[in-house]
């Protein structure tokens, strides 16, 4: 039924009052020694909305009266929200807040009006929505695609249980652990309120909590037994977790999860299955820092990681980092960095976007539904901003179901193999430092390796930079190549 609904704005909150069934499900079917059953319908619950992006096929071509619709709608929501952000950069005395409201109410209707132009194309062009006939994948053929010292992590968290099903190239096993889905998002929530406190340690008890919570209990029963690499699942306010950053003590020493296991999410198993690779033929690296970011370092951060891959290398910086210029070359890149802004729109979604350079035919916001519509066939997208790796909202504003639906899923959507994003605002310096180390070492090493090995050094480095706030946020959704 849910696949049906033309409106993507309906899909999310569709599945809400339904979400609890499945979980229900999957928490019987592993309570009957069921965990295969339970594993196909906790991807059926996660997987469809991904599977949807991914059957979106190409745009429907537009008539002229809907181009000039479009056009208008996009200039509207331009004009107001230029007109927002210059009455909140009025002096606080001077600022009118009755007009900062009206602002705010037309461009939320704006906004409905574009999505709602959205939704009329893809009822009037079904073959926009659904292109491909895809399935949720069975657990064998995740199994298929797991090397023997892998293993793939995926949780539900029902109303009082967090669910684990571990699936290895052998086995699928399932267990559940008695906490409510209150206290999950409660330790989460507090983890991220101290880790980025830099000036002390407060976060490191939570952490060892959840890394107990999250994956001790499927230690003890050995069933990472001779695994090196893990892909993780998470489910809602797992989605936040720095998965890396957490520690459990051995002889006396903290040791950390990246050092036991090379890292990466998924949106969902199925992820592994129908992300596949046309990887571009020629041109190496595409980094682009536009200057409307107001990121200190980003420049340099682009300027260097470019110079790692010249001649093979293309840089756009300050006023020459369009949005246009980026949807033209993007899809002849094996590598894109961008190293800008977030804009995130909650209430909706595929309107969020990444901050570019406009050139007069637009905003320079390349919104989440015109990432869906690019040609990609790079091996990594890099979104070296502030919590890229975040979709609609945060804990209560996801709908349930569908977790997030941000701009890591939308680059995976438009053929990206992997993306390498962040799960809070990120220090411009530290992160120069990271991603330079991480770019050099990625022709010698697997995407998930380079990235962890990055880490690693940063936090043995002793200084600043070794706290979990400065190497820890950024995460790799997608394959670990």
Same mark, same amino acid.
């Given at each position: 039924?849910?696949?049906?609904?033309?409106?993507?704005?309906?899909?999310?909150?569709?599945?809400?009052?339904?979400?609890?069934?499945?979980?229900?499900? #999957?928490?019987?079917?592993?309570?009957?020694?069921?965990?295969?059953?339970?594993?196909?319908?906790?991807?059926?619950?996660?997987?469809?909305?991904?599977?949807?992006?991914?059957?979106?096929?190409?745009?429907?071509?537009?008539?002229?009266?809907?181009?000039?619709?479009?056009?208008?709608?996009?200039?509207?929501?331009?004009?107001?929200?230029?007109?927002? !952000?210059?009455?909140?950069?009025?002096?606080?005395?001077?600022?009118?807040?009755?007009?900062?409201?009206?602002?705010?109410?037309?461009? #939320?209707?704006?906004?409905?009006?574009?999505?709602?132009?959205?939704?009329?194309?893809?009822?009037?062009?079904? $073959?926009?929505?659904?292109?491909?006939?895809?399935?949720?994948?069975?657990?064998?053929?995740?199994?298929?695609?797991?090397?023997?010292?892998?293993?793939?992590?995926?949780?539900?968290?029902?109303?009082?249980?967090?669910?684990?099903?571990?699936?290895?190239?052998?086995?699928?096993?399932?267990?559940?652990?008695?906490?409510?889905?209150?206290?999950?998002?409660?330790?989460?929530?507090?983890?991220?309120?101290?880790?980025?406190?830099?000036?002390?340690?407060?976060?490191?008890?939570?952490?060892?909590?959840?890394?107990?919570?999250?994956?001790?209990?499927?230690?003890? !029963?050995?069933?990472?037994?001779?695994?090196?690499?893990?892909?993780?699942?998470?489910?809602?306010?797992?989605?936040? #977790?720095?998965?890396?950053?957490?520690?459990?003590?051995?002889?006396?020493?903290?040791?950390?999860?990246?050092?036991?296991?090379?890292?990466?999410?998924?949106?969902?198993?199925? $992820?592994?299955?129908?992300? !596949?690779?046309?990887?571009?033929?020629?041109?190496?690296?595409?980094?682009?820092?536009?200057?409307?970011?107001?990121?200190?370092?980003?420049?340099?951060?682009?300027?260097?990681?470019?110079?790692?891959?010249?001649?093979?290398?293309?840089?756009?910086?300050?006023?020459?980092?369009?949005?246009?210029?980026?949807?033209?070359?993007?899809?002849?890149?094996?590598?894109?960095?961008?190293?800008?802004?977030?804009?995130?729109?909650?209430?909706?979604?595929?309107?969020?976007?990444?901050?570019?350079?406009?050139?007069?035919?637009?905003?320079?916001?390349?919104?989440?539904?015109?990432?869906?519509?690019?040609?990609?066939?790079?091996?990594?997208?890099?979104?070296?901003?502030?919590?890229?790796?975040?979709?609609?909202?945060?804990?209560?504003?996801?709908?349930?179901?569908?977790?997030?639906?941000?701009?890591?899923?939308?680059?995976?959507?438009?053929?990206? !193999?992997?993306?390498?994003?962040?799960?809070?605002?990120?220090?411009?310096?530290?992160?120069?430092?990271?991603?330079?180390?991480?770019?050099?070492?990625?022709?010698?090493?697997?995407? $998930?390796?380079?990235?962890?090995?990055?880490?690693?050094?940063?936090?043995?480095?002793?200084?600043?930079?070794?706290?979990?706030?400065?190497?820890?946020?950024?995460?790799? #959704?997608?394959?670990?190549?």
């Amino acid at each position: 039924m849910r696949s049906q609904l033309a409106e993507e704005r309906f899909r999310a909150g569709y599945i809400e009052d339904k979400y609890q069934v499945y979980v229900a499900l #999957v928490e019987l079917l592993l309570k009957l020694g069921e965990p295969d059953e339970a594993f196909f319908y906790s991807e059926k619950l996660r997987a469809r909305a991904f599977l949807d992006q991914l059957n979106r096929g190409a745009p429907p071509a537009l008539t002229e009266a809907e181009r000039r619709e479009e056009l208008e709608l996009r200039e509207r929501i331009r004009q107001l929200r230029r007109a927002a !952000q210059t009455e909140w950069e009025r002096p606080e005395k001077e600022r009118r807040n009755d007009a900062l409201e009206l602002f705010a109410s037309e461009l #939320v209707s704006a906004e409905q009006a574009y999505q709602n132009l959205l939704d009329g194309l893809r009822r009037s062009a079904p $073959a926009y929505a659904m292109m491909h006939a895809l399935s949720v994948p069975s657990s064998t053929e995740v199994q298929q695609l797991l090397p023997p010292d892998t293993a793939l992590v995926e949780y539900v968290i029902t109303r009082d249980k967090l669910a684990l099903l571990v699936l290895t190239s052998a086995q699928v096993r399932g267990t559940t652990v008695p906490i409510s889905a209150e206290r999950v998002e409660s330790r989460v929530e507090l983890l991220r309120d101290l880790i980025v406190r830099t000036e002390d340690n407060d976060w490191h008890t939570s952490a060892a909590g959840l890394r107990n919570l999250l994956i001790g209990s499927i230690e003890a !029963q050995g069933w990472l037994k001779g695994i090196r690499r893990l892909y993780l699942v998470p489910n809602g306010s797992l989605n936040y #977790v720095p998965f890396a950053a957490l520690p459990r003590t051995v002889a006396g020493r903290s040791r950390f999860l990246a050092d036991d296991y090379v890292l990466a999410y998924l949106p969902s198993a199925a $992820a592994l299955v129908y992300v !596949q690779g046309d990887p571009a033929p020629h041109p190496k690296l595409l980094a682009i820092a536009p200057e409307r970011a107001h990121l200190r370092y980003a420049e340099q951060e682009a300027r260097d990681v470019s110079s790692l891959f010249r001649p093979r290398a293309l840089l756009l910086t300050g006023k020459s980092a369009t949005k246009d210029s980026f949807e033209r070359m993007a899809g002849d890149y094996q590598l894109l960095h961008l190293a800008t802004h977030g804009y995130l729109n909650r209430y909706t979604p595929l309107l969020s976007g990444l901050e570019l350079e406009p050139d007069g035919k637009d905003d320079g916001l390349l919104e989440v539904h015109e990432i869906l519509d690019l040609k990609l066939h790079a091996n990594l997208v890099t979104l070296s901003a502030c919590e890229t790796a975040l979709g609609s909202g945060y804990f209560s504003e996801i709908p349930a179901g569908d977790d997030f639906v941000g701009f890591t899923r939308a680059f995976l959507s438009a053929g990206s !193999q992997a993306v390498l994003a962040s799960l809070w605002s990120v220090n411009d310096r530290s992160t120069l430092e990271l991603m330079v180390d991480f770019y050099r070492r990625l022709p010698k090493q697997r995407t $998930a390796a380079a990235l962890a090995e990055a880490q690693r050094a940063m936090r043995l480095s002793g200084g600043r930079y070794s706290h979990p706030y400065f190497w820890a946020p950024f995460v790799l #959704v997608g394959k670990m190549e």
